[in-house]
Every structure is written in C-alpha cells, then in structure tokens.
C-alpha cells in the first residue's frame, strides 16, 4: 500500500492570500489526485496531476485558482490562490494503486 | 456520469446494535466498489472493496458488504458494532477507465 504525507497539516490563511499545500508518497505513482472535502460533505475532485504534463481539472474548478505541479512521481503540490472563506475545506492528495484509492491525512485549511 | 447515493445522512446506534449502510450507484458495466471509513481526525482508509466473484465481501474489523447488482447496490453491514466504530463512511465506485465517485458519506454515531 501507498503511504502519503502532506504538508501543512492545517492553517489558518487570509482573505486574498495564496497556500501551497505538498503531497508526497513513499512510492512512484503514475497519477495523483487533490480532492476537496467541504464540512459536512463528501470527497469532490478537484484535478488529477500527472507527472510531465498539465492536471486535468474537474467541471467548477480552474488553473488559475487551484495551481498544480507534479515534479516527478512521487510529489505533488496543489495551491489554493486568492483564497476566500469559500474555500475552508480539507484538501486531500491521493494515489491509486493496484486499484485501490490511497489517501493522505488532509491539509484543514481555514481561511478568514 | 455516475453518481453514488448512501441512504442515510447520519445513523445513530447503541452499542451490539446491527449495522447496515445503503449504497446504490446509477451506472451499470463493470465496476470495482469500495467502503471507506474516516475515524474523527483521521484520515480515510479502505474498510473493504469488491471487484469480483463472491458478492459478499469481508472487510477488517468485522464489516461486510453485499453486492446485488440487479439493485446496484453494495450495502455495508455488522452485526454489532462498538462505540469505536463511530466515524464517517463513504461508499465509492470506479467504472473502468473512469475515477473514483464517491457518495455522500453517512455519519454513524454509537453511542456506549
């Protein structure tokens, strides 16, 4: 199974500022995905990062607000620019495997 | 597209209670199905899947799930649960070449 570590795990942003939150795993992977989890409400992907080429963005979500990069094939970083109350969230990395979905532990991120 | 429903919004149970969560996905073909688990301030694990053959799987911690595909459904079940068992689960399903869609999630409370 993947293991996977994100960074930071929580923070507390301003209005208008921009947060990068970094996805890594303990093993080469070929996609990575940065899902939203809203309180109270289920995983929404937002885009899948792969490795040497541009994400590929769900409906509802841009580049230019959601940012990613994928280095290589083992890290990700996903950035939530020109943040706003709307976008208190946890921000979830994941990888799949063997046809299983692995999860990081999230990245809270509440913007005030 | 396909899109997972769970029946229950949030399931409250004192502890021995039996446990089962509904899930129906809306499209058909071959799919690989999955329950997740998020334990308070964890983050989420695979709790059991299914790809094929028996329709009745067995996952850790004494879950199972059927999978009845006239009802595209893939119902979680325990026959009596333990206040550690309090977490919110979510049904996902994957539809070859497609990602991950998961459902709503259904909040368990047991209370001891």
């Known amino acids: 199974s993947a293991v996977i570590s994100q960074k930071p795990s929580r923070d507390i942003c301003q209005r208008g500022t921009s947060l990068t939150i970094q996805c890594q795993v303990d093993?080469?992977?070929?996609?990575m995905f940065w899902y939203r989890q809203q309180p109270g409400q289920s995983l929404t992907l937002i885009a899948t990062?792969?490795?040497?080429?541009?994400?590929?963005?769900e409906s509802g979500f841009v580049i230019d607000k959601f940012p990613i990069s994928r280095p290589n094939l083992t890290f990700s970083t996903l950035t939530v620019s020109n943040m706003s109350p709307e976008d208190s969230s946890i921000y979830l990395c994941?990888?799949?495997?063997?046809?299983?979905?692995?999860f990081g532990p999230g990245t809270r991120l509440t913007v005030t | 597209a396909q899109s997972v429903s769970q029946h229950n919004h949030h399931v409250i149970l004192s502890e021995a209670a039996s446990l089962e969560l509904g899930c129906n996905y809306s499209?058909?073909?071959?799919?690989?199905l999955f329950w997740y688990v998020q334990y308070p301030g964890q983050h989420l694990q695979l709790l059991l899947k299914?790809?094929?053959?028996?329709?009745l799987v067995k996952g850790i911690k004494g879950f199972e799930a059927e999978f009845i595909k006239s009802k595209f459904s893939f119902n979680l079940r325990k026959p009596s649960v333990q206040w550690s068992d309090t977490a919110e689960y979510f049904c996902?399903?994957?539809?070859?070449?497609?990602?991950?869609?998961f459902g709503p999630g259904t909040r368990l409370s047991v209370l001891p």
């Open positions: 994941s990888v799949v495997q063997t046809y299983e979905q692995y």
């Open positions: 093993s080469q992977v070929t996609m």
């Open positions: 990062a792969n490795q040497g080429s541009e994400a590929t963005y």
């Open positions: 499209y058909g073909g071959t799919v690989n």
């Open positions: 299914y790809f094929s053959g028996d329709p």
């Open positions: 996902a399903v994957k539809n070859y070449g497609q990602n991950f869609v």
